[in-house]
């Protein structure tokens, strides 16, 4: 067997990682938010959400995540509401894909997006990766699982790159 | 001789080479009507004959002119050159494939359809094979010449148009005038379609009308493939040769083909002769390149399309002789007036010349002068995509065309595709008419597919053996299966099948279309999927720390992962060392953490593990299969009771996904979904795991938990602790046999873990050690150390079937008689008494004649034991347990024990050390 | 929650909308029941290994795997490939 550390490109430093190319501008941002996964009554997701003002991604009839303030204590688990949850804020990179150029962009990750920018439920396929979209006035942002963010900033290079830049 | 030459035109002039020879095109030339505008007739040979061949046709149905092109340093094989543009600087080769013509065409007895299966059998296949595949062929790959594509995209629209000729066109501005959203693709550079030769109304206003009403148009883009699901297949060609060009989807409500007809050339003796053109074509280059394509042509025809061909031709200055195999007409008679040679009542029985046209025999033995014979047997609408959509093309007798059998939704089509062609006269106008299967002449010298060189002798044999479906046909005689797909040959080979068995080509019927329409190069079906971005790849968070550590790092079913630290497979045996006598830590970050909670979390698990989890009190771990209906081992793990109604389940790195599905598609279809809810943690978690005797005080000293006392913290079981401010989980597992601890913190302190723990001594311990570690001990890999038939038994956990346990997943399966047999393979150990390693994969054998009793599952030098170890699976292992066995790999054989599967501290009293 | 869909197009999922095909994994025939307990060999079998092969309208199960993640009955037409009505699936 051999090395392969050498094949796998280095995955970026999330907090300077930047892609500017004519139309369209690509960051990214990691661990500075409260991240809970909520799962049960509609309802109770709602009333929980109000109570922390932030975002609400809708991702199945009875799940949902909610982005909010980082340091948020919020307990693990099934609890009487119905309500059952998980900290989810170190899971994920958040990679925001703006401009003019985003929504051809968007429609290359995803067939579904190309159907409709605006998904009312955010988890989808994007480039091969299963996350979370939600949408921005001039784009998107994708919620993905860390351990993949590194291919997809990969595939977000190549896409916005013409085929004679790259190796 | 005369034949083609330029007789119009004008554009910059652009020099390239021919098979050597300098030569100057005019940009919009395609290589075809360079060629022939520089006189060149033969422009390579054929597959398997090596017969001399010549352009066909003008366009994507051109069976002959396959060329390989260098340019710019890059080259690309199999260029159509009827279809590709020239570009200045392109040094062309035909394609002549290795080996004597000559000594070709003396064999073509003995090569003829399905030759394979009946010559050069003696003594035997291999023998001829590698000489007869290099006189055969097209192209030449070369491997250092990259063609390079853009990524294209995915689009929707409620109208897609397929064909930007008149019809297509006139649809599409419809459709948008009334607000729909449309996307007109169109194969060629120009639009207009067949308009742009033919007479019958320019395209100029239509195409402006288009634009107008919002159309988005795309030309140089062919629609290649219909789709499940309304999906089409786009390739849009690139800027030039070496530009692969871009794949699109396009997710249409609505579909039109207007995507026209192919002209079908005639049967006859010698048909394959370089200067054998079809009629459409020779009017296609004479009007869009200035190229007449014989002084002296003779057009044969069975319909009226070649009559406005004559014409032209005749005003070009060439002399006409029309040779129409019906009986006098108003049109023929309105040609002759015109001044054209027609002789009605005539068929043409074969061409003459040597190696090129140089006349025509008539069945009446007429013979007539030429320097170009043009063709036409009738037209075939291009039904392709409907077809590959589900749809059916059937022969219409009255018509002589093909039509759909019945409508497919959402696909309609327009203009010559949907069998309408417009008089462009008052006359009576037959655009098309049956295919005629000669019965006179030499049938081996009447070429049907002429690209991968099938000839109406090769079908009349296939007849003969019984080959007599259009299917069985196609496979034998690999008609229309070269890069041209038949198009100028699928109907005429059926119609000589179902003449040859007394059939009607209706009751025949067609092959499956299959999409490409046209090829699409690799480079464009690739995209972005090259190198490291073939599939998504997870990392560690931690993994800028373990490149920093000089970590040799490798793909783990789609994890990539430290293999070992240090700049070769030695540093292995120095980790399994450290782990066994002092400390290590590996990264375990990517072991699965799938939470299970509420009302109905403990019967859920209990469901999907053979143990028995619902009894599992917090802060304790209990171990468990996962299996499927089958009784088949499918992962193992780990399950820690975080709470009466919390569960967190830490199960295989690589089957996270899998038990994730499983256990949503029991809670979704049996348990109901107010009762319980998963959760995928694995990402929000990094986890260390430090293994080794010294392992305890280690971590005493980072005083991350309060207490680290055995009896407050037993092995299998956790504690919560903090580091760096945050909450910490500790669970005292062990894959290593050694004592050991898993130090759980949220992601972001991945890499302030790692550091402190090797800080604070540890040695960092990659995937290698680690196999050879938990081998050693005779834990198993699921998927390595068990196949598609283990069960827990076989493994040593008799109890879910012995007890006949039920209420989980597979457990009828373990009461099926084969649950019971005694020839179960059982995992096992194995040790060569010379200490060597088996190789894995390995067989054990007994018997004469020998069969496999088992293989070897894994295999590895032990630095701890000093020998080598390994686990099999073998059948009635455990009672072999002593005995010897013989191992064989790759005509390699070998003695070795049958032993327990753990080699290292039995009664694991490692774990307490 | 329920959709229609008729003719060819993207699989219309009841939360999502309209999602491209590829997101969703088949999931095996919803007609399907697990024995009970105590049920014979023969039973067991059937239930592993032996299903109808319907030529028409037939139903079967969907995950929106790369989506919701909600396990669906769908009405397909094995011969046309046309989806019909996509249901939630419940126990």
Known sequence: MSDRSTFWPTPPDWTTARIEMPGVTVTASQGDRGVFLLSGPGKAISELAQAHPGTLLEIAPDRALLVTKPDTALSEGWNASGLAISDLSDAHVRIDIRGPGAPALLALGSPSLALDPKPRAAALAFAGVTLLVEPLPDGARLHVDHPQAAHLWHWLLAATHTAKDQP | MTGPSRIAGGGEPLPFTFAGRRLIGQKGDSIASALLANGIVTVGRSFKYRRPRGILSAGEDEPNAIVDVVLNGVRVPNVRATTQGLEAGMAISPVLGRGAALLTQALSPFIASGFYYKTFLWPHWGLFEPAIRRMAGLGRVDPDSRMVAEPGGNLAADLCVVGGGRSGLLAATKAATSGQRVLLVEQRAELGGSSLWRDGGDSVDLVAAARDAGVTIWTGATAFGAYENGRLGIHRQGAGLADGGSLWAVQAGQVVLATGALERPLLFERNDLPGVMLADAALHYLRRRGVLCGARPVIATNNDSVYPVALVLAKAGAVVTLVDSRAASERSADAAAKGIRVLTGARVARALGRGRVSGVMLTDGTGIDADLLAVSGGWTPTLHLYCQAGGKAVWDDERAILVPAFPVPGISLAGRAAGNWFAPDALPWVWSAAPEIPVAGKSRKTWIDLQNDVTLGDVQLAAQENFTSVEHLKRYTTLGMATDQGKTANLLGAAAMAQATGRSATDLGLTTYRPPYTPVPMAALQGLSRGPLQSPLRRLAAEPAHREMGAALWDYGGLLRPAFYGKDEASIATECLAARQGAVVFDASSLGKVAVMGPKARELLDFLFTGRMSTLQPGRIRYGLTLNEAGVVTDDGVVLCLGPDHFLVSCSSSHVGGFVASAEEWRQTRFGRDGVFIHDRTAHWATMSLSGPKSKPLLAGLGIVETLDDAAFPHMSFVMGRFMGGEARVSRVSFTGERGYEISVPAGLAIPLWQALIGAGAKPCGIEALGVLRAEKGFIYVGQDTDGETMPQDLGFDAPRLKRREGFVGDRALQLPVAGDADRKQLVGLARADGGVIPAGAHLIEGAPRRSIGFVTSSHHSPTLRRGIALALVEGGRARIGQEVTWFDLGQTGRATVTAACAYDPEGSRLNV | ?91
């Open chain 3, 1 to 91: 929650m329920t959709r229609d869909q008729t003719g060819p197009g993207p699989m219309t999922c009841p939360f999502c909308g309209p999602r491209d095909a590829s997101e969703f994994r088949y999931g095996g025939d919803p007609s399907v029941a697990r024995p009970g307990p105590g049920c014979s060999d023969a039973d067991w079998a059937a239930y592993l290994y032996l299903r109808d092969s319907p030529r028409g309208p037939a139903r079967e199960y969907r995950v929106h795997a790369q989506g919701c993640g909600q396990w669906l009955v769908a009405e397909r037409d094995t011969v046309t490939h046309l989806v019909g009505t996509i249901t939630e699936a419940t126990p």
